[in-house]
């Protein structure tokens, strides 16, 4: 029976200990990593292949300074600027000490489309830019750089016939027709 409440003893004291050292470790990592402000973002560097300007790089990433660098969750951020129909990939690195390094590729629009879509001020011809892959961008995709986009679509090819139903912004459309006119191009 001694030798049953000894080995009992043993047990409960190396949970005990895991415990607090499990607990006290967490507690350990948020105090000096998660939470220590040295390791607080001071420069968010921003760059793009395109028009798209630094700010509006910044604002889709959705990150700004004084977060901390080791507490990003750098996957959501790259997710966050994919998300964005003009952006065709996205790069996001910590710089050590205090920075943060995102670097985008644009999508290069093509061609543009024009459908006739129901708007506020009734059925309207809209237009919209895809790229060599068929992805649907609207030019306001561009955030701050959609003006110097706007300029360049009067020099793109223009497809009709794309049914408006098929025109998802950030999505390819399926169309074989779409893609032989794209292939010409």
């Not at 049953?4 to 003893?9: K, R, S, V, Y």
Request: net charge neutral.
């Amino acid at each position: 029976a001694l030798a049953l409440l000894n080995l009992l003893a043993v047990i409960f004291g190396a949970v005990a200990a895991a415990f607090i050292a499990w607990r006290g470790g967490g507690w350990v990592l948020n105090r000096l990593v998660y939470q220590n402000p040295a390791m607080a973002i001071d420069t968010i560097e921003a760059q793009s292949d395109g028009v798209v300007p630094p700010e509006q790089i910044r604002r889709w990433a959705g990150v700004s300074t004084g977060e901390n660098l080791l507490a990003l969750d750098l996957h959501r951020i790259r997710g966050n600027l994919q998300i964005v129909p003009s952006v065709f990939s996205a790069g996001v690195k910590r710089k050590f000490p205090r920075t943060l390094q995102i670097e985008i590729v644009e999508r290069e629009p093509v061609a543009q489309v024009h459908v006739l879509a129901r708007t506020t001020n009734g059925i309207e011809s809209v237009r919209y830019l895809v790229d060599a892959q068929a992805c649907v961008m609207h030019p306001g995709d561009f955030g701050a750089g959609a003006p110097s986009v706007l300029a360049g679509m009067e020099t793109l090819p223009v497809i009709l016939g794309v049914p408006v139903e098929s025109i998802r912004p950030g999505i390819a459309i399926d169309s074989g027709k779409l893609r032989s006119a794209l292939a010409l191009l």
